[in-house]
């Protein structure tokens, strides 16, 4: 019961998040997830105990210093280890968020998804040997071909160029398209090359940042990325001096997909406020990010805790775990108006170990008012 509170769903739950339910726990290890699984009152109580003891003991002030101001140089070293061998490529993304697909693109101030609007979410894999726990496992991307670097544009090229830029209305990168999606915090594309790949329409340009110049250099260096159509640039969202390489009211799409979860959560909001004043009239936040007891959360050790519900993982990168209202505020103190923001308890099965794996994450759609 305890439970329901921060996982609560506004209007009612959503009907369909895939097309699996667990009806019989006997049948629990014939597939690898079932969608919409309820939680009962035991395991409930059981997460919140095990956060209240996972968090009692904080990390020492001096090193959660540490832990902030080196934030960048822990997510190079995640990606110069694992390169673009680590995320799957998130294909799923245009049945969770069709506004990224091309029949979107045509009238995509009108008819956007409403609260109610079902869907089904496929399944996702969590892998114990990166940063915590990920909700997609080590797998090598079938866009993980690579050009030779020295055919690429260096990342502190692109960053030099983009610190002199003057941004205006009318001549920016992008500026001659028809539909611009921002992707923060890329990583080294899995979001972005699905994108481009699926999404053909000759009015499309994706911009994508991440704080890890190792991540934006394999993007770049990638056999996928087409600077007509992409920029990928070095980019803090945390960092309030740093400007985008677009104008205000320029971005019809902005995708946080487990993104704010690294942010400190004290920076979060002026971060969302600045993304929100990048977006047009009627243009769309689009979130998914880890909910209140995930797994994850409930698998941390004691001193790993920096803040309530704020952690840091075996390798230095941060997660935070969220409540629906908590990202409810953080949108809608940006101007922002609710079209979706919706739990999914999945249950995850590693048939092979005969292991179940709880997760729990939060899916948001915010509008601009037009």
Same mark, same amino acid.
């Given at each position: ?8 769903? #506004?209007?009612?739950?959503? $009907?369909?998040?895939?097309?699996? %339910? ?20 035991? @395991?409930?109580?059981?997460? $919140? /105990? ?6 009692? *003991?904080?990390? =020492? ?5 540490? +832990? ?18 680590? %995320? !799957? ?20 101030? /009108? ?8 869907? $089904?979410? =496929? ?7 990166? =940063? ?28 030099? !160029? ?31 090359? #699905?994108?481009? @790949? ?6 499309? %340009? ?40 677009? #104008? ?18 004290? !920076? ?12 047009? =009239? ?7 990010? +880890?909910?209140? +007891?995930?797994?994850? @959360?409930?698998?941390? /050790? ?5 803040? $309530? ?11 935070? %775990?969220?409540? *629906? ?22 249950? *995850?099965?590693?048939?092979?170990? *005969? ?12 509008? !601009?008012?037009?």
């Amino acid at each position: 019961r305890a439970l329901k509170s921060p996982l609560r769903v #506004p209007n009612g739950k959503r $009907e369909q998040f895939g097309s699996r %339910f667990l009806s019989d726990p006997a049948r629990v290890f014939h597939h690898n997830a079932w969608d919409n699984v309820e939680w009962s009152e035991e @395991q409930a109580a059981a997460a $919140e /105990k095990k956060v209240r003891e996972n968090s009692a *003991q904080r990390m =020492p002030q001096e090193k959660q210093v540490d +832990y902030e101001i080196n934030a960048h140089k822990y997510w190079n070293d995640f990606y110069k280890i694992h390169e673009n061998g680590f %995320f !799957k490529d998130r294909h799923w993304l245009f049945t969770e968020f069709p506004e990224l697909a091309p029949s979107q693109n045509q009238n995509h101030l /009108k008819g956007l998804l409403s609260e109610d609007k079902k869907s $089904e979410i =496929p399944e996702y894999r969590s892998s114990e040997d990166g =940063p915590g726990l990920t909700t997609e496992e080590q797998h090598k991307s079938s866009s993980s071909s690579r050009r030779d670097k020295t055919q690429a544009p260096s990342v502190k090229n692109i960053t030099q !160029k983009l610190s002199h830029l003057g941004i205006c209305a009318d001549e920016f990168p992008g500026s001659s398209a028809t539909y611009r999606i921002l992707e923060v915090g890329c990583g080294v594309g899995n979001t972005v090359f #699905p994108i481009l @790949q699926t999404n053909n329409d000759p009015g499309l %340009f994706v911009y994508c940042c991440d704080f890890s110049s190792t991540a934006v250099e394999l993007v770049q260096t990638n056999s996928e990325y087409d600077p007509s159509r992409c920029l990928a640039f070095v980019h803090d969202l945390c960092d309030e001096d740093q400007s985008y390489p677009m #104008p205000r009211d320029s971005l019809d799409i902005i995708i946080l997909v487990f993104v704010l979860s690294a942010v400190a959560p004290d !920076k979060m909001q002026k971060a969302v406020n600045r993304l929100s004043r990048l977006l047009r =009239p009627g243009g769309m936040m689009l979130l998914r990010d +880890y909910g209140r +007891y995930d797994m994850a @959360q409930l698998r941390f /050790k004691k001193g790993q805790c920096l803040s $309530e519900n704020f952690y840091v993982r075996g390798d230095g990168t941060r997660v935070y %775990f969220f409540t *629906q209202d908590e990202l409810d505020t953080l949108f809608t103190a940006a101007g922002l108006e609710k079209v979706q923001n919706l739990v999914d308890h999945r249950l *995850q099965v590693n048939r092979g170990k *005969q292991l179940t794996m709880y997760r729990v994450w939060i899916q948001c759609k915010y509008r !601009k008012p037009l």
